[in-house]
């Protein structure tokens, strides 16, 4: 994600719709990217995203420049995810999947590319699928936003070592299925 | 070091870049002398990493930002009381370690709870008898008072007047 220049966040806090929308145009397509990687979700991924803009406009006069902007969204955005990834996991229902996320990105109008289907989306869909909502969390965090693990701390609320230790959980986790032949050698 | 330990670094702290440069030279030190470790991190990077590398920004649809704005203009205040009342409820009930937390007290008030009213139910049913013993005292007759004094000279309150 790029960084949110703190005069926008300024004028969010002081009422500037212009100045969120620009927020949102910013950062919507990164925010919605990790909702998407780790719910494996379209229509979970857009609920999302909404959810976190609404409690960032909400909550934008509590800001307080205590932490960097796209460490506080990064957070925001990763307890929605985890959260609805645990709430649907408990509801045992999944609608649509990746197929979904590639058939609506590439059909809207959008500042961004969309994803598009590829062999290589298709291999990212099946790693992430093999990890626990947790460790999908770092993983994106690391791997696609290229965060380093102070970062990464912040973004999760939680220490340094915890960061490390579910990194090599994920990547046990994906060798391990690897292993089993369950991920194509070519990945 | 040995090659556990170099292969748990290979999976954290080497790959991402983390590692000072003292212990990155001590790594690669290994890494030249150990072809068991090499070929793990060639699968580390191959199967965790390379796999990230091509990965796309994924846009949502403009109906996300309709939404949004229908949502955040609609609104008076910017945090209504029961949006608040929600956000405390989720982070109590959400989150698991609060979870954790709120079952043990909710268990702890429950245990008092119930000693109390043990307590209470015993002091009760002896108020109760008091209550009763002083009706019954109380509706001797006059010649009552004396068995009244009967019982203060025996001393067999408890057991009866004497025969």
């Known amino acids: 994600m790029i960084n949110i220049p703190s005069s926008l966040v300024k004028g969010a806090i002081q009422g500037d719709s212009a100045a969120f929308e620009e927020i949102y145009r910013l950062s919507g397509s990164f925010v919605y990217s990790v909702a998407l990687r780790i719910l494996a979700n379209s229509g979970d991924a857009e609920e999302v995203t909404q959810e976190v803009f609404v409690k960032v406009h909400r909550s934008l006069k509590d800001f307080g420049f205590r932490s960097s902007f796209k460490t506080w969204l990064y957070r925001i955005t990763t307890n929605m995810a985890i959260n609805a990834y645990n709430k649907r996991a408990r509801e045992r229902g999944r609608r649509a999947g990746y197929d979904e996320a590639l058939n609506v990105a590439s059909s809207e109008p959008c500042a961004e590319q969309g994803i598009t289907g590829s062999e290589t989306e298709e291999a990212l869909g099946f790693l992430l699928n093999r990890l626990t909502a947790e460790h999908r969390a770092v993983i994106v965090l690391r791997e696609l936003e290229g965060l380093n693990y102070e970062e990464m701390a912040k973004a999760l609320n939680i220490n340094i070592n915890t960061v490390r230790t579910r990194l090599k959980r994920a990547r046990e986790a994906l060798m391990a299925h690897a292993k089993k032949g369950v991920i194509h050698h070519e990945v | ?163």
């Open chain 2, 1 to 163: 070091m040995r090659c556990e330990e170099i292969r748990s670094l290979l999976m954290t702290d080497y790959i991402d870049g983390e590692l000072d440069p003292g212990k990155e030279t001590l790594v690669k030190e290994h890494l030249a002398a150990c072809s068991a470790c090499r070929v793990f991190e060639e699968n580390v990077r191959a199967i965790t990493v390379a796999p990230f590398k091509e990965a796309k920004v994924a846009a949502p649809p403009e109906r996300v930002w309709r939404e949004i704005e229908r949502r955040i203009s609609k609104k008076p205040a910017p945090y209504s009381i029961s949006e608040k009342l929600r956000d405390i409820f989720e982070a109590i009930f959400v989150l698991p370690r609060m979870r954790v937390a709120v079952a043990t007290i909710t268990a702890a008030v429950m245990i008092f709870a119930l000693i109390g009213y043990q307590r209470y139910a015993k002091e009760r049913s002896l108020d109760i008898y008091i209550e009763e013993e002083v009706s019954f005292l109380s509706q001797l007759t006059a010649n009552g008072v004396e068995d009244k004094n009967d019982y203060l000279e025996t001393g067999n309150f408890f057991q009866g007047p004497a025969v």
